[in-house]
């Protein structure tokens, strides 16, 4: 199937690559996989990128056990949210962006944010993180595009919200405005993209349980 949005032919090979953004030293990230042996040589590469802390955002499973048992000198979130269309609860963004925000206060601070696919939850507390840091909404949305081209960045207009209830914006009409016209501008097809990974993870399975 094609996609006449996306410059890439192969979403789900973006899945479980760590994307940096710009220089914050926040990356983005998919899940550690399901079998025991891939996840730990997954979290091994993110050791050896210089992880230092994970946050979490899957609601549905967690690996705190799993990091804490093979790599416990890395600081692990869980923050655990669903992934239904809806708004985001502006708590959850409250956390997550101090938590991220106070991990970066140390130089030698690598950050990876991760859902399950990365799709949607872990760019959208990234995004609100960028916004903790000072980036302009659409400067925020463009760095992260960039970096991970599979980011639909779904829960943004939930991240505005929350940071305007800070007063993080002069003008909360305009600033949802501008959000929204970045995302028809700059479409990504979240259907086509989740069903290839839904198809790898698929296969992924087969060959663990053959």
Not at 61 to 88: K, M, N, W
Not at 164 to 176: E, S, Y
């Amino acid at each position: 199937m094609s996609n006449p949005f996306a410059p890439f032919t192969m979403p789900e090979a973006w899945w479980r690559i760590l994307c940096w953004i710009g220089t914050t030293r926040i990356a983005v990230c998919g899940d550690l996989p399901a079998n025991a042996k891939n996840a730990r040589e997954q979290l091994a590469e993110w050791v050896e990128a210089g992880i230092t802390h994970i946050v979490d955002l899957r609601g549905e499973c967690s690996d705190e056990r799993f990091v804490a048992q093979h790599a416990p000198h890395i600081t692990y979130l869980y923050l655990g949210t669903h992934d239904d269309g809806g708004a985001q609860d502006p708590r959850w963004f409250e956390e997550g962006v101090r938590a991220i925000l106070a991990a970066l206060t140390d130089p030698d601070a690598r950050v990876v944010v991760h859902c399950h696919m990365g799709v949607n939850r872990a760019p959208s507390l990234a995004f609100a993180a960028l916004l903790g840091l000072g980036h302009e909404p659409i400067e925020a949305l463009d760095a992260i595009r960039a970096a991970r081209p599979i980011a639909a960045i779904l829960y943004a207009e939930s991240a505005i919200e929350w940071w305007a209830a800070r007063g993080g914006v002069v003008d909360r009409a305009d600033t949802l405005s501008r959000v929204a016209d970045w995302h028809d501008e700059n479409p990504v097809d979240i259907g086509w993209i989740i069903n290839r990974i839904r198809v790898v993870e698929a296969d992924d399975h087969l060959r663990d349980v053959a």
